[in-house]
């Protein structure tokens, strides 16, 4: 009878993050002491979960069906306990990742804030433009700006974050007139850029409609994977950025920046939680998700 419910715990582990090695990382194991667990599993079963070879990790149709009411098991068993210890202070580790900008100006403050009301939790804050795999590298949570790929993980849409187009006025001073979205093309722009991307291509829409739409192809001598050095880069009048409304707002009211093409904007891009894909989320990725979202209302 299977009756070791860490052993389910990491059959679904392994299962999401299609690896030993990644859920061995993630439940803080070896990923040998992983195999024996989904051997007892097997073994008890009769039935084989895995389809396993030396490049990858494939669930067979009886482990997925398995692991399916493996997961509506476990969230029984984690609703009667959290039903039982609602008063419980939240305790272990937090780790969430965030976008470095937005994670400074709105992020980290929450975070803090959060920490308060739960004094024998600890949390990792960490910061960066990069795309962080949650199951590889052990998150919690990550805030993300942006159009989101498939995957098994759960969304929750916080806010919609808008992206104009601003200069500095000594850049501006010394470049020819911009009237016309296309004519950014023969401008120095500040573009985003990581391993195997680099946004040469921007998508603008008129406030009056979103069918008045014009994609630019634009080039410019800097790029980066931070944003802060776009828009440091900006400032000291090396070209263009297309930029969060709410990162430049302080720097257009005080004239560091001038707004450029201001009927024109990036689509609205979606700002949205992300976590484990579990039907038993732990309670202290639940709650801060939670307060997240209500303090996201407050401000807003």
């Known amino acids: 009878m299977l009756n070791n ?31 024996k667990q989904i051997a007892r599993i097997e073994k008890e079963l009769g039935i084989r979960l895995f389809k396993r070879n030396t ?30 210890s609602q008063q419980e202070q939240l305790k272990g580790q937090l780790r969430i990742t965030a976008p470095l900008l937005l994670g400074s100006y709105y992020i980290a403050p929450i975070v803090a804030a959060f920490r308060d009301l739960h004094p024998l939790l600890t949390i990792d804050l960490s910061l960066t433009d990069h795309i962080v795999d ?23 849409r916080l806010a919609t974050n ?9 850049y501006l001073k010394e470049s020819p007139l911009i009237e016309h979205p296309q004519q950014l093309g023969e401008h120095q ?9 680099r946004q040469d291509q921007w998508t603008l829409v008129h406030k009056s409609s979103a069918k ?18 776009l828009k440091k880069w900006c400032l000291l009048g090396k070209g263009i950025a297309l930029r969060e409304a709410w990162e430049v707002s302080q720097d257009l009211h005080e004239g560091k920046l001038v707004r450029i093409l201001s009927d024109w ?7 949205s939680i992300l976590y484990h894909q579990r039907q038993y989320t732990s309670k202290k990725v639940s709650v801060f998700a939670q307060y997240l979202l209500q303090c996201w209302k407050q401000t807003s």
């Open 189 to 197: 722009c500040l573009l985003f850029s990581y391993p195997g991307y």
């Open 265 to 271: 904007e990036e689509p609205g891009a979606a700002i």
């Open 212 to 229: 008045r739409k014009e994609i630019i192809h634009v080039k410019g001598h800097l790029s980066s994977d931070s944003g802060d050095v």
């Open 134 to 156: 949650l199951y590889s590298q052990g998150i919690d949570i990550a805030i993300r700006i942006g159009e989101l790929p498939d995957s098994n993980l759960v969304v929750k």
């Open 162 to 170: 808008y992206r104009i187009l601003v200069a500095a006025p000594s």
């Open 5 to 35: 419910l860490n052993d389910l715990t990491m059959l679904v582990t392994v299962a999401e993050s299609k690896g030993f090695t990644a859920a061995a990382k993630l439940q803080n194991t070896s990923p040998a002491t992983v195999s």
């Open 55 to 84: 490049r990858h990790l494939e669930i067979t149709e009886e482990g997925q069906d398995f692991v399916n009411k493996v997961k509506i098991a476990l969230e029984i068993l984690d609703e009667a306990q959290t039903t039982i």
